[in-house]
């Protein structure tokens, strides 16, 4: 238990490092503010399944991504994420109860993608699901980031929380999808 209080305040940190940024991908051209402005341009961003880990923990899931609207450079993005994604957490001394866990997101999706390098902030709801009869399956806030380089395979780094037990993972792992640059 005392681990996973540790991996929320790290990933509350990486978390406040992805929103910094996103801010710090974007560019002021003074001469042209017009293409600062977010359109409405509907479109596919991604379609993705991965698999991280970090020592204990592992996840694999099924993401697809979707732009809702875009900056005039197609760098930047608002859009949601539907996805599942499944945790398997280890402890050496004594079972998690109620692992495996499952969770159903619907997110609000930020992303900004320079080159090969994608990176998004998420927030929505989940709803969260374990093994054991006890752990009652209940709708949860869930806030999160994602870095990945590639397009069609890659490298990730992923966290999510719900701030609540058993709710927070973060790990690096790979992708293989489509990935829109």
């Not at 927030?123 to 374990?130: A, D, R």
Request: charged share 15%; net charge positive.
């Amino acid at each position: 238990m005392n681990i996973l209080l540790n991996y929320k305040k790290h990933f509350l940190i990486i978390l406040i490092w992805g929103i910094s940024a996103q801010v710090n991908y974007s560019q002021v051209d003074s001469s042209n503010y017009g293409d600062k402005i977010f359109y409405f341009n509907p479109s596919i961003h991604s379609i993705q399944i991965d698999a991280t880990s970090i020592i204990l923990m592992n996840q694999i899931g099924g993401e697809f991504d979707f732009d809702i609207f875009q900056l005039k450079d197609k760098n930047s993005c608002i859009g949601f994420r539907i996805g599942i994604e499944r945790y398997y957490l280890i402890n050496l001394v004594d079972k998690y109860y109620g692992s495996p866990f499952t969770d159903y997101n619907v997110l609000a999706r930020m992303s900004n993608v320079i080159g090969d390098l994608s990176s998004s902030i998420l927030i929505g709801i989940t709803y969260y699901t374990t093994n054991e009869n006890y752990f009652p399956s209940k709708y949860l806030f869930r806030t999160g980031f994602e870095l990945k380089y590639g397009t069609t395979f890659g490298f990730l780094l992923k966290g999510s929380t719900s701030l609540k037990k058993n709710t927070s993972f973060i790990g690096v792992g790979i992708f293989i999808g489509y990935n829109h640059n």
